[in-house]
Nanobody, 116 residues
Framework: VQLVESGGGLVQPGGSLRLSCAAS????????MVWFRRAPGQQRELVAT????????TYTDPVKGRFTISRDNAKNTVDLQMNSLKPEDTAIYYC??????????WGQGTQVTVSS
């Protein structure tokens, strides 16, 4: 499974960004997809998850009500819509996938910077 993120950039506080993750390869084996982030000097944080069959989603508390994860199985993409962005959302965002063998896959990451 190969994952490629896009959509990062610089945005002012209160603004919005939409990240996209394109999956290729053995995508039929993927059970769930996730977005992680790593801020400078901090541990990796699981931001949101979505299952590929039911579309069940979960979010970490700091992003609830502001971020939305969604999937398009026809396009093999998973997006993360981020609204009301805050400086503390600044991080490298990574797309991940878990397959039926519980193998994890990761993208290369995309930088999101929230600053005035």
């Amino acid at each position: 499974v190969q994952l490629v993120e896009s959509g990062g950039g610089l945005v002012q506080p209160g603004g919005s960004l939409r990240l996209s993750c394109a999956a290729s390869g053995r995508i039929d084996s993927i059970m769930s997809m996730v977005w992680f982030r790593r801020a400078p000097g901090q541990q990796r944080e699981l931001v949101a998850t979505i299952t590929t069959n039911t579309g069940h989603t979960t979010y970490t508390d700091p992003v609830k009500g502001r971020f939305t994860i969604s999937r398009d199985n026809a396009k093999n993409t998973v997006d993360l819509q981020m609204n009301s962005l805050k400086p503390e959302d600044t991080a490298i965002y990574y797309c991940g996938a878990v397959d039926t063998t519980l193998t994890n896959y990761w993208g290369q990451g995309t930088q999101v910077t929230v600053s005035s």
